[in-house]
């Protein structure tokens, strides 16, 4: 987990808001209104997404670089474009919003796909006894996940936590593809009820890792 900090400069904000206008008819929704995003091609924008990795990485390639305005709070899930790699894959997210209460809890738990994380919350489910406690983000910050129907601790209550990142504009961080993470329940905050927030999210290779 690689968090960047004052790196995201005003021109880079203002290049992908710029994208975001002049391409918004292309706009796609993901799920059930969580999200409605574009894909970044060859621009200014996408130049400004490749410094970002360059900063850490040598020999990448980018999967997908998209501008995203979210609508609900994601539940725990790994970004799939990491199913069944062969080159280490990666998660870059830059935050547009300037408010730390907004933040991506990221766990040390890899998965394949999300059907293996279902799976899981399925086996759970099916135990009678708590588990131990590896973390404490449950209650606090992923209220809109899955706790267990008869005893209530949270399935994500029972993962190892690698790093929480807060929404500081000028930030970004960088983390591995299948580890299992989630937004926090932000939608839960007063002044983020009626409203979207926008990140700028690639999931990319390191061609210098192979598994």
Do not use: C
């Not at 990448?60 to 709070?73: L, N, T, V």
């Amino acid at each position: 987990m690689i968090i960047g900090k004052d790196k995201i400069t005003n021109e880079m904000i203002q290049d992908w808001q710029h994208y975001w206008k002049e391409n918004e008819k292309s706009a796609h929704m993901l799920g059930e209104y969580v999200a409605r995003r574009i894909e970044i091609g060859k621009s200014k924008a996408l130049e400004h997404i490749k410094k970002i990795i360059g900063y850490h990485f040598n020999n990448f390639e980018i999967i997908f670089a998209g501008h995203q305005k979210q609508y609900d709070a994601h539940s725990l899930h790994m970004d799939e474009p990491g199913t069944n790699r062969s080159y280490m894959t990666y998660t870059l997210l830059v935050p547009l919003e300037n408010d730390k209460r907004i933040k991506t809890v990221i766990y040390n738990a890899p998965a394949n796909t999300n059907e293996e994380i279902r799976k899981m919350i399925i086996q759970y489910g099916e135990e009678t006894s708590p588990r131990p406690v590896r973390s404490n983000q449950g209650e606090k910050e992923l209220a809109h996940t899955s706790k267990h129907w008869q005893h209530g601790q949270y399935f994500a209550d029972t993962l190892e936590l690698k790093g929480v990142f807060e929404y500081n504009l000028g930030n970004y961080v960088i983390f591995d593809t299948n580890l299992i993470h989630s937004s926090n329940n932000w939608k839960s905050i007063d002044e983020w009820k009626d409203n979207n927030k926008e990140i700028i999210q690639v999931h990319f290779k390191d061609l210098d890792t192979t598994i």
